[in-house]
């Protein structure tokens, strides 16, 4: 399975702590494609289909299923964790991601 930068793979997140996201639930790859094809980690961003409107949080619908890019839960995983490939963002979402990393992390 080819793991690359914005693509949407479901993700056995337990064990966790506290307010972490818990769950096997859909995740959006956040790590650059060289990380992926060389580390045996990936940097990721859970997905939940139901939100509350929030900076971090963008609405997409990918599969034409509504769901959340929770982007201030990001997280680092083994890629032992992955359970299948769903699918990939669109370049409209992707767009979206980046400008709200941009703002998060950056600017």
């Known amino acids: 399975m080819e793991l690359t930068q914005y ?3 479901l993700v056995n997140l337990e064990p966790t702590i506290g307010s972490e996201i818990k769950k096997t639930r859909p ?16 940097t990721i961003a859970p997905m939940t289909s139901q939100s509350k409107n929030y900076p971090t949080r963008i609405e997409v619908n990918p599969n034409q299923q509504n769901g959340w890019i929770i982007l201030d839960q990001i997280r680092t995983i083994d890629k ?28």
């Open 7 to 9: 693509s949407i793979i």
């Open 27 to 42: 995740c959006v790859i956040i790590s650059p494609d060289e990380m992926n094809r060389h580390l045996q980690t990936l």
């Open 80 to 107: 032992k964790r992955v359970i299948k490939l769903l699918g990939k963002l669109s370049a409209k979402d992707i767009a979206k991601v980046k400008l709200i990393l941009k703002e998060t992390f950056v600017d």
